[in-house]
């Protein structure tokens, strides 16, 4: 695909919400702080002082107050999210700037340019309403042919069957693209040499609303046409955005780890190890689980039949030092049904997209991510 996006682009792109309350009569401020809302893609409203509609100063996501109308702001009502901006001039630490904070209950006081890359982050979460990240899982092999793939899809078709916002990220630049597995590779929407350039913060609902949706989720994958290095910066701003939006992340990973990788590592809240029940996968997954380790604090693995004589789950998990997930059960048919157009999981009563829902059901207890137990089991086939 041709182009790309970066963090202004993108947040432009998508639906912009009601952004913070201005106020100022200085042109050059208000120039700069106009800047700064496009960049978070956030449309704002602007005044010279407070409202005087009932309700209206209580209402805004955000105030931004530049310095020179804080005079005015005083005796207003007391609200967090107000903020007291202005231009680096004069003496940083005037008592009087700090007087003018305390006179409208202001939470900070900002100066630029320096303060710029913060307060953009301030009023994107602000008009984004941020609250609850994403609960973000990555999936690995322990060695080729592991299954990793089919299980994040299984993961998230069934994240979003049971009515989580879900988003599937493809992280494995060499797989092949995991909207294929999907049956969406000729789906509209945006793909990662989209997002190659990315470097500033991107709008969470905006990346949601420009990737393919299938299954009743939105997936970011590879295009086929086009080789392209993801920078580590570029992976940190689409996840960043990603868990913004809340609800499920799905992260496919290959089993090498660069730059790109590790970032999604550090990103994650658990990581998932799948590995085949063979002396040889449990010895290649050894050296997959240390050098994911030095990055991801929760890294559980989940064993795949059939075994080797004298091997089981638990043997699996106990040669590698990781907590069990559970037995990655074999579904009869998945291959002829996901030609059929039935995705990994897409039947809620086939084996794998039982597994999987035991394991969303553990992982949402209240005291996730860090205390989900050692969970489902599989059970034979479908």
Same mark, same amino acid.
């Given at each position: 695909?041709?182009?790309?996006?970066?963090?202004?682009?993108?947040?432009?792109?998508?639906?912009?919400?009601?952004?913070?309350?201005?106020?100022?009569?200085?042109?050059?401020?208000?120039?700069?702080?106009?800047?700064?809302?496009?960049?978070?893609?956030?449309?704002?409203?602007?005044?010279?002082?407070?409202?005087?509609?009932?309700?209206?100063?209580?209402?805004?996501?955000?105030?931004?107050?530049?310095?020179?109308?804080?005079?005015?702001?005083?005796?207003?009502?007391?609200?967090?999210?107000?903020?007291?901006?202005?231009?680096?001039?004069?003496?940083?630490?005037?008592?009087?700037?700090?007087?003018?904070?305390?006179?409208?209950?202001?939470?900070?006081?900002?100066?630029?340019?320096?303060?710029?890359?913060?307060?953009?982050?301030?009023?994107?979460?602000?008009?984004?309403?941020?609250?609850?990240?994403?609960?973000?899982?990555?999936?690995?092999?322990?060695?080729?042919?592991?299954?990793?793939?089919?299980?994040?899809?299984?993961?998230?078709?069934?994240?979003?069957?049971?009515?989580?916002?879900?988003?599937?990220?493809?992280?494995?630049?060499?797989?092949?693209?995991?909207?294929?597995?999907?049956?969406?590779?000729?789906?509209?929407?945006?793909?990662?040499?989209?997002?190659?350039?990315?470097?500033?913060?991107?709008?969470?609902?905006?990346?949601?609303?420009?990737?393919?949706?299938?299954?009743?989720?939105?997936?970011?994958?590879?295009?086929?046409?086009?080789?392209?290095?993801?920078?580590?910066?570029?992976?940190?701003?689409?996840?960043?955005?990603?868990?913004?939006? $809340? =609800? &499920?992340?799905?992260?496919?990973? #290959? +089993?090498?780890?660069? %730059?790109?990788?590790?970032? @999604?590592?550090?990103? *994650?809240?658990?990581?998932?190890?799948?590995?085949?029940?063979?002396?040889?996968?449990?010895?290649?997954?050894?050296?997959?689980?240390?050098?994911?380790?030095?990055?991801?604090?929760?890294?559980?693995?989940?064993?795949?039949?059939?075994?080797?004589?004298?091997?089981?789950?638990?043997?699996?998990?106990?040669?590698?030092?990781?907590?069990?997930?559970?037995?990655?059960?074999?579904?009869?048919?998945?291959?002829?049904?996901?030609? $059929? =157009? &039935?995705?990994?999981?897409?039947? #809620? +009563?086939?084996?794998? %997209?039982?597994?999987?829902? @035991?394991?969303?059901? *553990?992982?949402?207890?209240?005291?996730?991510?860090?205390?989900?137990?050692?969970?489902?089991?599989?059970?034979?086939?479908?």
């Amino acid at each position: 695909m041709a182009g790309s996006i970066g963090g202004e682009g993108l947040a432009s792109a998508g639906e912009r919400r009601d952004g913070p309350l201005i106020l100022t009569e200085d042109p050059d401020l208000l120039d700069d702080l106009l800047r700064l809302c496009a960049a978070a893609g956030a449309v704002p409203e602007v005044r010279h002082g407070p409202p005087r509609e009932r309700g209206a100063w209580e209402r805004a996501p955000m105030i931004l107050v530049g310095d020179d109308a804080a005079r005015g702001c005083r005796g207003v009502p007391r609200r967090t999210g107000v903020m007291l901006v202005g231009r680096i001039q004069g003496d940083p630490d005037d008592p009087g700037v700090w007087r003018r904070a305390v006179e409208i209950g202001a939470d900070h006081v900002l100066r630029l340019p320096d303060s710029e890359a913060w307060l953009v982050d301030q009023i994107a979460n602000a008009v984004e309403g941020v609250g609850r990240s994403a609960l973000t899982v990555g999936v690995m092999g322990g060695r080729g042919g592991s299954g990793a793939s089919t299980l994040a899809c299984a993961l998230a078709v069934t994240a979003a069957r049971s009515g989580r916002r879900t988003m599937l990220v493809d992280g494995d630049p060499l797989g092949g693209g995991i909207d294929v597995v999907l049956g969406g590779e000729q789906s509209e929407g945006l793909r990662w040499p989209d997002f190659a350039r990315s470097k500033g913060r991107l709008g969470g609902g905006a990346l949601e609303g420009a990737l393919p949706a299938l299954h009743g989720l939105r997936v970011l994958s590879w295009d086929r046409d086009d080789q392209v290095i993801v920078p580590s910066q570029a992976m940190r701003s689409v996840l960043a955005a990603a868990r913004r939006v $809340g =609800g &499920v992340v799905v992260v496919d990973l #290959p +089993r090498w780890f660069d %730059a790109s990788v590790t970032e @999604a590592l550090a990103q *994650l809240d658990i990581g998932l190890l799948v590995v085949p029940g063979e002396l040889r996968a449990v010895a290649a997954a050894q050296r997959v689980s240390a050098a994911a380790r030095v990055v991801l604090e929760d890294l559980r693995v989940i064993a795949r039949g059939p075994y080797t004589a004298g091997l089981d789950e638990h043997w699996v998990a106990q040669a590698l030092g990781l907590p069990l997930v559970g037995d990655l059960p074999t579904e009869a048919g998945l291959s002829s049904a996901q030609d $059929g =157009g &039935v995705p990994p999981g897409g039947n #809620p +009563r086939g084996a794998l %997209a039982r597994f999987c829902a @035991a394991f969303w059901d *553990l992982a949402d207890a209240p005291a996730r991510p860090d205390a989900v137990p050692a969970g489902p089991r599989g059970g034979g086939t479908s």
